[in-house]
Every structure is written in structure tokens, then in C-alpha cells.
Nanobody, 120 residues
Framework: VQLQASGGGLVQPGGSLRLSCVASEFEVSAYAMTWVRQAPGKEREWVSRISPGGWVTRYADSVKGRFTISRDNARNTLYLQMNNLKPEDTAVYYC??????????????WGQGTQVTVSS
């Protein structure tokens, strides 16, 4: 089970980035997926999650209205569109999978993380 996250970078406040997470060695279509971030010196923070079919999404209050999670099961890929980025969004972003098709249980696979830096 492998997850490869990409798309991070340096962006000015108010800018946008789109993160991608490509899965290999398993089919993402059977699993709920999530994005989690970790800022320097802080604990990991859940950002967003999505059901296997993409019909159910959830967001942390801190990103609601600015971030959009989506998935393309045919491409075995998870996305996070981030708009109106703020300096407090600066963090390493990780994609991860739930052990089943619901939002229960301990995340059992993680990507390597991609750095997002929001700064002028």
C-alpha cells in the first residue's frame, strides 16, 4: 500500500494550490480517504475527508469554504484544492486512508507528505 502526495509549494496569501495523492498497490475506490496537516511545532490536524464514492465530504472549520476535497477513483487519485490560502495553512500535508469505506478506525496508510508554505 503506497500513497504519493504532491503539489505543494510556496504561494502568496490569497493564492491557490492543488494537492494530489496517487495510490498504488490498492484500489482507493473501496476506502474513505483523508488529508491531514502538521505545522511546525504543532500536532497533526485533520483537514478533510471523503467517502469512497465521493458523495460525503467533511472539512475542518479552519478550511471550510476555502478547501475542496475530491477523488478520481479511475485514476486512483485523491485531491485537495486549496483556495484563498492563509499563512496559517503552512504545514506538511499528508494523505491517508481509512481501513474501510467509512470514517471509522485508525488510519492505516500514509503518504510521505508535501510541504505547503504560504508567505509573502
Amino acid at each position: 500500500v503506497q500513497l504519493q502526495a504532491s503539489g505543494g509549494g510556496l504561494v502568496q496569501p490569497g493564492g491557490s494550490l492543488r494537492l494530489s495523492c496517487v495510490a498504488s498497490e490498492f484500489e482507493v475506490s473501496a476506502y474513505a480517504m483523508t488529508w491531514v496537516r502538521q505545522a511546525p511545532g504543532k500536532e497533526r490536524e485533520w483537514v478533510s475527508r471523503i467517502s469512497p464514492g465521493g458523495w460525503v465530504t467533511r472539512y475542518a472549520d479552519s478550511v471550510k469554504g476555502r478547501f475542496t476535497i475530491s477523488r478520481d477513483n479511475a485514476r486512483n487519485t485523491l485531491y485537495l484544492q486549496m483556495n484563498n490560502l492563509k499563512p496559517e495553512d503552512t504545514a506538511v500535508y499528508y494523505c491517508a486512508k481509512y481501513p474501510a469505506g467509512n470514517f471509522e478506525g485508525t488510519l492505516d496508510a500514509w503518504g510521505q507528505g508535501t510541504q505547503v508554505t504560504v508567505s509573502s
